[in-house]
């Protein structure tokens, strides 16, 4: 149901021909879409409800009620609450429920940390926001959306 869950390199190699993973440009590309049209930036604030789908999962609805995300899916992102993993010697998952997380193409960095650091892009249950976060390229787990290429 939630899909897979990829370090960073993983996900770069995942999608299929013709696609990949989405750039800084296609994060704002979408935040427009969903109604933020003030620029790049790394807080899209008042989005995420246009992003999220009004899902339910055994009977369940998988976006809690919080009244200051009013879902809408405007976008037809429907994003879902599948959460994040953290890859170790046993891996742990956090945030089902709460968290739709996604990779992006960009690396963060430039100094001696830019091999190992990656710009991932959060949507939280009970925060009206699109974030984005700098995470371990190795450790960190999360979810691909691909996007195809305009070729």
């Not at 037809?76 to 010697?89: C, D, E, L, R, V």
């Not at 992006?104 to 925060?127: F, H, M, P, Q, R």
Request: with cysteine; hydrophobic share 40%.
């Amino acid at each position: 149901i939630f899909g897979r869950y990829y370090t960073r390199n993983e996900a770069a190699e995942v999608c299929p021909s013709g696609w990949r993973l989405p750039s800084d440009d296609d994060w704002k590309s979408l935040a427009a879409e969903a109604g933020y049209a003030d620029g790049k930036s790394s807080v899209y604030p008042g989005i995420a409800g246009n992003l999220m789908a009004d899902a339910y999962f055994n009977g369940e609805k998988m976006w809690e009620y919080w009244p200051a995300v009013k879902i809408t899916n405007s976008t037809g992102f429907s994003a879902i609450p599948s959460g994040y993993g953290i890859k170790g010697a046993s891996s742990m998952f956090h945030g089902g429920f709460e968290n739709a997380v996604y990779w992006s193409s960009l690396l963060y960095g430039g100094g001696d940390d830019s091999e190992t650091l990656a710009v991932s892009w959060l949507i939280n249950v009970n925060k009206p926001d699109l974030v984005s976060n700098v995470v371990s390229m190795d450790s960190f787990l999360a979810p691909v959306r691909c996007v195809r290429d305009n070729n």
